[in-house]
């Protein structure tokens, strides 16, 4: 890979060893991206000394480029007026993105700044949910009637010097500004100027309203392999479109949100926050975590004598509530994927959750059958060994039937399962492991 | 949300309901990519009973868009020919797609029937790794010389009815096939017809060679917001060029395969396989996962005389065990995601070791305080809450460490730490937290 901007990887020894003149040089030719990706990988206190030696005009790329949690600190540690100047020279998508981040004073700041045109424009593309596709709206459309020809289109975009980034089409509207069609920009070129725009349009594969939802967007896109969409309102007039750039920041963070929700953490977190900060922001997840240890630790209270007369119990009731709680997780990330890919609804769900409860008998009988012969080997009992078979098909059976239930009822709580899956799923795997391991000997063996 | 094609909801009732004309009507103006969801969302029975459905000229497109699992399912299911005639309908990038998936007997017929282009090129595109910028490499590049007139290139593309799909940039080469320049195609529209191409031509802000990985083309895409890029040999050479709908499947694949590995599943597993086959797949990771809980049992098991005289030992170990498990998961997600991203690096790897051991300590001393209360409250003994506590914070600083040094390890070993970094950690936090709590207790209570 061969890049025209040079990717910034000693800039932290650089730094170090207080060479600002590289700093200053290899940020003169960098790519505002690959200037964010440096700044990411600075501890917080770091930032603000490379800051300065970004280039004047890359500034504001650079913040719409950083992560949340590295802007807001940056945010923090720079002065208003340098944010401001930054900042006000961003597109209006980029301006969107930023401003739900910004402090309030330097939001009117930065408002205050901006010209009347793109104030208006701002206050329209904020006025949607900031994961709709509203949100996710650019307003430089090019718009051409669609009664003229190709010659007088062409004509018309030879005033202007360049292009919006991403226009791979033209959109043709009627009086009323309602769309009509798609011209794909390779037409204006291949066919005959004489001919009519609109004998050349396209449908559109898709068209989508300001309250859309951002995923849905991003799958049509995926789907049908866009590079543009428009967005309409009711009366299907032209209000702005979507491009596949911002599209694929959708899709990248999600990834980012599913995997760091599964831990109980935020997708911006700044690997780089001071140890307090980051102490606090899992305190809650570990705090829940607790609580459902504690569960599970009442249910093994609950059977004390047993283990007193039986200590092999504690020794194995572990394996049980894991191996519950692993093949529950299966389960678990195979329907949340499902769910989330829509290849889950409503009317294959009995399907899934009856195959998921056979996965989980027949696994159930195999690792019964290993335990048993480990565990009536290990403490020289058969019947122990039973018991925690009969255990262990109970556990890997309620995880199956635990991993199709939980995200479902998550889903309709309105609770993320991503975020909240896991932890309901190993709650219900180490009460139901703990409780048929030491029930089953207390009323089978002891 | 408005699709010109409708979406397939209620495909399994039909189905079920035996209406295939209504099926039929559906498949007929459907999206290729819609009814290839349709099929993910039926049990592999009805598979075969709705393909039929599907009009002749969309198939191929549709086993091009099917999960790799469900692809495997149902061409197992169908007759060689009936494939035959869709594959080799596909354009080379789709079916190079494919290729890897075919049973051998089916390729050899599919390499058959295609012209000896077609065959060349794909030869051309299978000779890189899948995983490589040559392998998603397109061989459909719109190439001009670059001592030409724009108006020379407006002639000469006009020859062509129309542009490969995503044409977004015209690529300028010198006369040894080097790649000189690139033309974005909104210059040729904008600009005067006389001024020479180069003149308007831009550098490229990035150029990949066919081995680089394709995780790194994706990260350039989403970085410099490209719709497409060229691919060049050592001597800049093009060979051909990527575009932005096979990056998106690239991030998406990436997301899922995140996703799906951190359960041990793999990212193509078909929600409806029968029973035996998913039973089949999930075996390997119990089998992990009973070995890990063996080990934690057996530490247990060294401790039977300490479990026996102190019973409260063995409800509260599973305590320490799982607050150091989720603490380290936490601290394992964040490196696992900041190596991926990049923001990790050797340079920082220390401050990140540091940064993490210093929030294990602050969660250790905060939860250890929580821990101790409520253990002697609950067992009315201020000694067992002082060892548990001793063992929460040995434990969480132990979570910390190995949640930083796991993923690094495993990286070095070639070993995705997103497949096996949760049950190394787990064992870790497993181990260590049962053997300080009983061996804390051993030396210090009994």
Known sequence: MHQVTPQITNIVELLNANDTTAVAKLFATAHPANIADALEQLTPSNRPLAWVH??????????????EGVFRNLAHALDNQELVSAIKALDIDELADLIPDLPEALLADVLFEVDTQT?????????????????????????????????????????????????????????????SGILPIDRLITQPGRDSAIDHAIDAPVTFQCLDDEQDVAKAFADYDLISAPVVNNNNALLGRITIDDVVDVIRDQAEHDIMAAAGLKEDEDIFA????????????????????????????????????????????????????????????????????????????????????????????????????????????????????????????????????????????????????GVALTTVTDVVGYFSVLGLATILLL
Not at 54 to 67: D, F, M, N, T, Y
Not at 299 to 304: A, K, L, P, R, S
Request: aromatic content about 4%.
């Open 274 to 421: 001071p140890v307090t900060k980051t102490s606090r922001d899992r305190t809650v997840w570990l705090a829940v975590n607790l609580v459902t240890a504690l569960l599970g630790s009442w249910v093994i209270g609950q059977f004390e004598g047993s283990i007193q007369q039986l200590v092999a119990l504690a020794v194995l009731m572990p394996i049980v509530a894991s191996m519950g709680g692993n093949a529950g997780t299966q389960t678990l990330t195979v329907v949340i994927r499902g769910m989330s890919l829509g290849t889950i609804s409503r009317e294959n769900m009995m399907t899934v959750l009856k195959k998921e409860t056979m996965v989980g008998v027949l696994n159930g009988i195999i690792w019964a059958l290993v335990i048993a012969v480990i565990a009536t080997l290990w403490f020289q009992n058969i019947y122990l060994g039973l018991v925690i078979a009969a255990a262990m098909i109970v556990n890997l059976v309620m995880g199956a039937i635990a991993g199709v239930c939980i995200p479902i009822f998550l889903d309709k709580m309105n609770i993320d399962p991503a975020l909240a899956g």
């Open 54 to 67: 970004i280039p004047k005009e890359a500034k504001g790329e650079v913040l719409s480029e950083l992560s």
């Open 119 to 179: 104030r208006a424009n701002l206050g329209e593309v904020l006025s949607y949910p900031e994961d709709s596709a509203g949100g996710l709206m650019n307003l430089d459309t090019t718009v051409v009637r669609d009664n003229v020809s190709l010659d007088v289109v062409l004509h018309y975009l030879r005033l202007k010097s360049e292009l919006p980034e991403h226009t791979d089409t033209i959109y043709l509207v009627d009086r009323q500004n309602r769309l």
